[in-house]
């Protein structure tokens, strides 16, 4: 087998995070392909709607889990569009 080879993850929505659920098949030295990533930080990697949001993303108060940790629209979100949010 191949040592030290990288396990690569699809990509879908082109942000540079890797879905977790979509490995490759096998490890390698490159990608393999386009649309492939070596990281797993994406908790939604879908194509025209996820781009906004893996595990570097800023939360904002969308209704979604902008930064993947669990929690959707915590006290420190960044307001976006007419949401508004008070203690």
């Given at each position: 087998?191949?040592?030290?080879?990288?396990?690569?993850?699809?990509?879908?929505?082109?942000?540079?995070?890797?879905?977790?659920?979509?490995?490759?098949?096998?490890?390698?030295?490159?990608?393999?392909?386009?649309?492939?990533?070596?990281?797993?930080?994406?908790?939604?990697?879908?194509?025209?709607?996820?781009?906004?949001?893996?595990?570097?993303?800023?939360?904002?108060?969308?209704?979604?889990?902008?930064?993947?940790?669990s929690?959707?629209?915590?006290d420190?979100?960044?307001?976006?569009?007419?949401?508004?949010?008070?203690?």
């Open positions: 087998g191949l040592v030290g080879g990288t396990t690569w993850y699809a990509d879908d929505d082109g942000d540079g995070y890797g879905d977790p659920a979509n490995p490759s098949t096998n490890h390698s030295c490159t990608a393999p392909g386009a649309g492939y990533v070596n990281n797993d930080g994406d908790c939604y990697d879908v194509k025209n709607a996820g781009e906004n949001v893996n595990n570097g993303a800023l939360e904002v108060c969308d209704g979604l889990d902008n930064d993947c940790d929690f959707t629209d915590e420190d979100a960044a307001e976006d569009g007419d949401d508004k949010w008070w203690d």
